[in-house]
């Protein structure tokens, strides 16, 4: 198939049919594309062909059958089994691929994934994205990619259909760089806000009243102008973001500064913070719910002062 807009060739694959995965094929058949999926879960097989997709039984099919493949996986260990695993995509005799990585990765990974497939021939390209399953489905993520010049433009059909603020942020890896900065700053902005809006209401001021002022001042963020009215004040909690994934984001979040020796005092207290959310939220809860849970009393625990600091 040749999609008329963007002058695509062939069907795009997507591997791993989660709520991100399973919006993206929704997206990419809205905008002509013709997409063939893959899952381990059959329940999200049936989805993606309720919404059009080709499925396929095997890894082998899709890698054959498509140009370009898209992953959509829950953790790096996942995609390196994709790509370099038994059954992956090195083990296949076919013309060069275009992979578009958009799982929340760890740069170096992606880096060494990227010597391996380059002298097959294939192209891979980090695109992790931000903006949800919301996002997903409406073709309006915000993407963040790794890769060359040339790469970047080879792919932008297909980011230009999924998303809706797509910046180049550097070569193979920088994408994943920065989308676990992103997140890093996320995990602090739902903290530091929980405890702007008991401070506030402490000092007598209705929460709603202040969400309002602050979002008209520097103090604002995507947590205070989003997800609070979105997900917290109203109770829904249903953003598709769960704690378990923040949790993950935050440990590469840490392993990355331990990588690179970075100092992080403060991401660090916030990274202590969200594991020991363990204890109150289970993984599979909405990660705004972190805005529920009373740590005052944790933060000596987990990062006490000395006295004379």
């Given amino acids: 198939m040749t999609n008329s807009n963007t002058g695509v060739n062939g069907a795009i694959g997507v591997v791993g049919l989660g709520n991100m995965g399973l919006g993206m094929v929704r997206t990419l058949l809205r905008e002509g594309f013709a997409v063939i999926g893959f899952d381990l879960s059959d329940e999200r097989q049936v989805e993606a062909a309720r919404a059009g997709a080709e499925i396929v039984t095997s890894q082998k099919e899709l890698f054959t059958a498509c140009d370009t493949i898209i992953l959509s996986l829950p953790t790096v260990a996942h995609v390196t089994a994709v790509l370099t695993g038994e059954g992956g995509v090195v083990e296949y005799d076919c013309?060069?691929?275009?992979?578009?990585?958009?799982?929340?990765s760890e740069p170096d990974v992606t880096r060494n994934l990227d010597q391996i497939l380059r002298p097959l021939g294939h192209i891979l390209i980090d695109a992790p994205v931000s903006g949800g399953p919301a996002g997903a489905n409406s073709g309006q993520l915000t993407m963040m990619v790794g890769g060359s010049d040339a790469d970047f433009?080879?792919?932008?059909?297909?980011?230009?259909?999924?998303?809706?603020?797509?910046?180049?942020?550097?070569?193979?890896?920088?994408?994943?760089?920065?989308?676990?900065?992103?997140?890093?700053?996320?995990a602090a902005h739902l903290l530091t806000m929980?405890?702007?809006?008991?401070?506030?209401?402490?000092?007598?001021?209705e929460a709603e009243h202040l969400i309002s002022a602050l979002n008209a001042g520097s103090g604002r963020s995507a947590i205070s102008e989003v997800n609070y009215p979105k997900w917290v004040?109203?109770?829904?909690f249903d953003s598709g973001f769960t704690m378990g994934l923040m949790r993950k984001d935050m440990r590469l979040a840490m392993a990355l500064a331990e990588q690179k020796s970075?100092?992080?005092?403060?991401?660090?207290?916030?990274?202590?913070?969200?594991?020991?959310?363990?204890?109150?939220?289970?993984?599979?809860?909405?990660?705004?719910?972190?805005?529920?849970?009373?740590?005052?009393k944790d933060v000596a625990a987990i990062h006490p002062i000395k006295a004379g600091e």
Avoid: Q, Y
């Fill in 233 to 236: 004040m109203n109770g829904a």
């Fill in 262 to 296: 970075v100092a992080m005092p403060v991401s660090e207290l916030v990274g202590a913070l969200w594991a020991k959310s363990a204890d109150a939220l289970a993984d599979d809860a909405d990660f705004n719910r972190i805005t529920e849970i009373e740590i005052v």
């Fill in 95 to 104: 013309t060069p691929r275009l992979v578009i990585d958009t799982t929340t």
């Fill in 153 to 186: 433009a080879r792919a932008m059909p297909i980011l230009t259909a999924l998303g809706g603020k797509i910046t180049h942020v550097g070569p193979v890896g920088a994408g994943h760089a920065v989308k676990i900065v992103n997140n890093m700053l996320v």
């Fill in 194 to 205: 929980s405890e702007a809006i008991r401070l506030g209401t402490a000092a007598g001021v």
